[in-house]
């Protein structure tokens, strides 16, 4: 069906911010620079995994595992409890998917421009691709004695009611299950919800952390696995997936409220749908070439636009020997009609670089199209040599780029395409085109093409700014000023743009903690300087009174009003994203950091779930009266001491616990 551009812009919803953290990268630039290079960044099974050289075997067998190869992610037991307000025991607790989902959400976020505090109460959905729920099976594993309540925490369920709760998120809240398609079709339900007007802001993401080797030993059985753990995506040697790690967040707005609201558009997406195959392949696991033409067409006419406007599609892409082909047939058929010859579409596959994220697999996919789009290139799809067979190359207006590339430049916004498969024949395909943002401001990049000389455009915007940093700690708020002054540095990303937006972004754009700084400055090497200087004592050079005091208010903790600060027509640019202050959290292993400090601080360590001083109340860190009761009792019964209830009310503050444990250890009964 043809749509009228005003009904298309009406209908289209932006991308305003993403974050991700997959094998290689842990965050958006990292994947774009391994993709960039070409890098297959799959590697051995680490032993915090399993043993694979106890399950390793060339050849298929019951019990084994053909490849010794994935992908995984660095650190993912790492977590900042501290900043998500959760004690030690709880955190060891949590399912990693479910942190590691909490720090990329807040990241998108930040990426996005949106604050969280301000997005609390409102109706913004969370739509969460996930099929893995690993680290609840290695808890039941270790004996059903070992079952606690707190396991409840770890239902896949709860991995979008975790973000729901954290930001305080009142829209649909949604686990996605659909196998290798669940995060392409959570994409698809949070454009529906923000269509439907259900949704005023959406978080569409997909998770997957690969814990077990049960999986594994089920895809050698089925001969789906590769032997050498690496996606070929249309070579004749495709012979199954590499399965691997990845979280993916995209942050989703209606356009035209992108748009009013200053929002950096990163890409639009136009349309997209889901199908079944139904009984067309055959049998429940067989695809079929009816059911992915379906899907295509139906994406493309909600879209409203014609396929052969596509110029670059992510495929689902895992290099299996029968569904490669199925998929170019597929791609050839729909994206093919009224395609010149002379203008193939490129088709590529992120897991030929990072393996196959599974139910994160397809939002991995949309990152690297929205990358792609932003970038104006395509990186080379890997393990390409000799084209399968099994697809008419000639006869297909497809090709597979096998190095970087230009997009070609067609006098309009770049177009792609982002499919997804899941194992019972479930369908999705996204169609997104490049972003179109609409700065208020002088755009760096354009004045520096113009005049060639950065020096000539710093001047002539130089006014004093004020740059307001914050942080849930001192430690954290060091670390971002350092990450500031490397960011505003000559060749940090900074220097791109003009500090007054840059310092306007940060006051505005950003949610503000309780250590503070403001520093004043006229240029971006001042603005160095005064970083480098100060630390997180306030600024050394002289700036105008209004700037001065709007600074000291802030340092203070006051309300500011920034509007009035910067004046109109700023626009909202990246910034350096949130410094986390992380430890490793695993089951059995909580507890003191390094295991040392006396009993007292073990305890709080463990049940804390914030800083805290001697003067500290219990419940002002998470200990409640009900938590504070079990803590007391289980110690006191540990140390052969009766303890009497009524002494509770004595235990209010953390001084007074430790003076009480103090007392408990030096006079054992």
Same mark, same amino acid.
């Given at each position: 069906?043809?749509?009228?551009?005003?009904?298309?812009e009406?209908?289209?919803?932006?991308?305003?911010?993403?974050?991700?953290?997959?094998?290689?990268?842990?965050?958006?630039?990292?994947?774009?620079?391994?993709?960039?290079?070409?890098?297959?960044?799959?590697s051995?099974?680490?032993?915090?995994?399993?043993?694979?050289?106890?399950?390793?075997?060339?050849?298929?067998?019951?019990?084994?595992?053909?490849?010794?190869?994935?992908?995984?992610?660095?650190?993912?037991?790492d977590?900042?409890?501290?900043?998500?307000?959760?004690?030690?025991?709880?955190?060891?607790?949590?399912?990693?998917?479910?942190?590691?989902?909490?720090?990329?959400?807040?990241?998108?976020?930040e990426?996005?421009?949106?604050?969280?505090?301000?997005?609390?109460?409102?109706?913004?959905?969370?739509?969460?691709?996930?099929?893995?729920g690993?680290? *609840?099976?290695?808890?039941?594993?270790?004996?059903?004695?070992?079952?606690?309540?707190?396991?409840?925490?770890?239902?896949?369920?709860?991995?979008?009611?975790?973000?729901?709760?954290?930001?305080?998120?009142?829209?649909?809240?949604?686990?996605?299950?659909?196998?290798?398609?669940?995060?392409?079709?959570?994409?698809?339900?949070?454009?529906?919800?923000?269509?439907?007007?259900?949704?005023?802001?959406?978080?569409?993401?997909?998770?997957?952390?690969?814990?077990?080797?049960d999986?594994?030993?089920?895809?050698?059985?089925?001969g789906?696995?590769?032997?050498?753990?690496?996606?070929?995506?249309?070579?004749?040697?495709?012979?199954?997936?590499?399965p691997?790690?990845?979280?993916?967040?995209?942050?989703?707005?209606?356009?035209?409220?992108?748009?009013?609201?200053?929002?950096?558009?990163?890409?639009?997406?136009?349309?997209?749908?889901?199908?079944?195959?139904?009984?067309?392949?055959?049998s429940?696991?067989?695809?079929?070439?009816?059911?992915?033409?379906?899907?295509?067409?139906?994406?493309?006419?909600?879209?409203?636009?014609?396929?052969?406007?596509?110029?670059?599609?992510?495929?689902h892409?895992?290099?299996?020997?029968?569904?490669?082909?199925?998929?170019?047939?597929?791609?050839?058929?729909v *994206?093919?009609?009224g395609?010149?010859s002379?203008?193939?579409?490129?088709?590529?596959?992120?897991?030929?670089?990072?393996?196959?994220?599974?139910?994160?697999?397809?939002?991995?996919?949309?990152?690297?199209?929205?990358l792609?789009?932003?970038?104006?290139?395509?990186?080379?799809?890997?393990?390409?040599?000799?084209?399968?067979?099994?697809?008419?190359?000639?006869?297909?207006?497809?090709?597979?780029?096998?190095?970087?590339?230009?997009?070609?430049?067609?006098?309009?916004?770049?177009?792609?395409?982002?499919?997804?498969?899941?194992?019972?024949?479930?369908?999705?395909?996204?169609?997104?085109?490049?972003?179109?943002?609409?700065?208020?401001?002088?755009?760096?990049?354009?004045?520096?093409?113009?005049?060639?000389?950065?020096?000539?455009?710093?001047?002539?915007?130089?006014?004093?700014?004020?740059?307001? *940093?914050?942080?849930?700690?001192?430690?954290?708020?060091?670390?971002l000023?350092?990450?500031?002054?490397?960011y505003?540095?000559?060749?940090?990303?900074?220097?791109?743009?003009?500090?007054?937006?840059?310092?306007?972004?940060?006051?505005?754009?950003?949610?503000?903690?309780?250590?503070?700084?403001?520093?004043?400055?006229?240029?971006?090497?001042?603005?160095?300087?005064?970083?480098?200087?100060?630390?997180?004592?306030?600024?050394?050079?002289?700036?105008?009174?209004?700037?001065?005091?709007?600074?000291?208010?802030?340092?203070?903790?006051?309300?500011?009003?920034?509007?009035?600060?910067?004046?109109?027509?700023?626009?909202?640019?990246?910034?350096?994203?949130?410094?986390?202050?992380?430890?490793r959290?695993?089951?059995?292993?909580?507890?003191?950091?390094?295991?040392?400090g006396?009993?007292?601080?073990?305890?709080?360590?463990?049940?804390?779930?914030?800083?805290?001083?001697?003067?500290?109340?219990?419940?002002?860190?998470?200990?409640?009266?009900?938590?504070?009761?079990?803590?007391v009792?289980?110690?006191?019964?540990?140390?052969?001491?009766?303890?009497?209830?009524?002494?509770?009310?004595? *235990?209010?503050?953390?001084?007074?616990?430790?003076?009480?444990?103090?007392?408990?250890?030096?006079?054992?009964?």
């Amino acid at each position: 069906m043809k749509r009228s551009t005003a009904d298309i812009e009406a209908r289209s919803i932006a991308v305003i911010g993403l974050a991700c953290r997959f094998p290689g990268a842990s965050g958006a630039d990292q994947l774009w620079q391994l993709m960039r290079d070409g890098s297959d960044v799959t590697s051995e099974t680490p032993p915090e995994r399993y043993d694979v050289d106890t399950l390793y075997s060339p050849s298929p067998g019951p019990g084994r595992i053909t490849s010794r190869r994935a992908g995984y992610v660095q650190g993912m037991a790492d977590f900042d409890a501290e900043f998500f307000e959760m004690s030690s025991t709880e955190a060891a607790e949590l399912d990693p998917q479910q942190r590691l989902l909490m720090m990329t959400a807040w990241e998108a976020l930040e990426d996005a421009g949106q604050r969280p505090d301000r997005l609390a109460g409102s109706r913004t959905g969370v739509f969460v691709g996930a099929a893995r729920g690993d680290y *609840l099976d290695l808890q039941y594993r270790r004996g059903l004695d070992a079952v606690t309540p707190s396991l409840f925490n770890n239902q896949r369920s709860l991995l979008p009611g975790r973000l729901s709760y954290v930001f305080d998120f009142r829209g649909p809240s949604m686990l996605v299950d659909t196998a290798c398609s669940s995060s392409v079709v959570s994409v698809h339900m949070a454009v529906q919800s923000l269509r439907a007007g259900e949704s005023s802001l959406a978080l569409a993401a997909g998770v997957n952390l690969k814990l077990r080797p049960d999986e594994e030993v089920l895809m050698t059985q089925a001969g789906t696995l590769a032997p050498d753990g690496r996606s070929k995506f249309g070579d004749a040697g495709a012979d199954g997936y590499g399965p691997s790690d990845g979280v993916g967040v995209v942050v989703l707005k209606p356009l035209t409220q992108a748009v009013a609201d200053g929002d950096r558009i990163r890409a639009v997406i136009l349309g997209s749908a889901v199908s079944n195959d139904g009984r067309s392949g055959g049998s429940l696991l067989a695809p079929s070439l009816e059911g992915q033409t379906q899907v295509l067409r139906w994406a493309y006419e909600d879209a409203g636009i014609s396929p052969a406007d596509v110029d670059f599609v992510e495929a689902h892409g895992t290099g299996s020997p029968t569904l490669d082909p199925l998929e170019f047939n597929a791609l050839g058929e729909v *994206l093919g009609e009224g395609r010149p010859s002379q203008r193939p579409v490129y088709v590529g596959s992120v897991k030929t670089n990072i393996g196959h994220a599974e139910a994160a697999g397809g939002v991995a996919g949309l990152i690297k199209a929205v990358l792609c789009l932003e970038h104006g290139q395509i990186p080379a799809s890997l393990n390409f040599e000799v084209p399968n067979p099994l697809v008419p190359w000639d006869e297909l207006p497809l090709a597979v780029p096998v190095k970087l590339q230009d997009l070609p430049d067609h006098g309009r916004p770049a177009v792609a395409g982002v499919s997804g498969q899941g194992v019972s024949c479930l369908n999705a395909h996204l169609v997104v085109r490049q972003g179109e943002t609409r700065p208020t401001g002088q755009d760096p990049a354009r004045w520096r093409r113009r005049s060639g000389d950065l020096a000539v455009w710093r001047r002539r915007s130089a006014k004093p700014c004020v740059l307001p *940093l914050s942080a849930r700690s001192p430690e954290a708020l060091d670390a971002l000023v350092r990450s500031y002054a490397a960011y505003l540095a000559p060749d940090g990303p900074g220097s791109a743009y003009a500090l007054r937006d840059i310092c306007h972004s940060a006051a505005t754009r950003r949610q503000h903690h309780p250590h503070r700084l403001a520093v004043v400055a006229a240029s971006h090497e001042e603005m160095v300087e005064e970083l480098g200087a100060v630390g997180t004592k306030g600024g050394r050079g002289k700036a105008p009174a209004h700037l001065s005091t709007a600074a000291q208010r802030y340092r203070d903790g006051e309300s500011v009003d920034w509007d009035e600060v910067f004046g109109q027509r700023c626009r909202y640019v990246p910034l350096p994203g949130h410094p986390w202050r992380t430890r490793r959290y695993w089951l059995g292993e909580q507890g003191d950091a390094d295991g040392t400090g006396d009993l007292a601080t073990r305890v709080l360590t463990e049940h804390a779930r914030t800083t805290y001083a001697d003067t500290s109340l219990l419940s002002e860190i998470g200990i409640d009266s009900l938590a504070r009761l079990q803590i007391v009792l289980k110690l006191a019964n540990d140390h052969g001491y009766e303890f009497e209830v009524e002494d509770l009310a004595d *235990l209010r503050t953390v001084g007074a616990f430790r003076q009480w444990v103090g007392r408990l250890e030096a006079n054992p009964v």
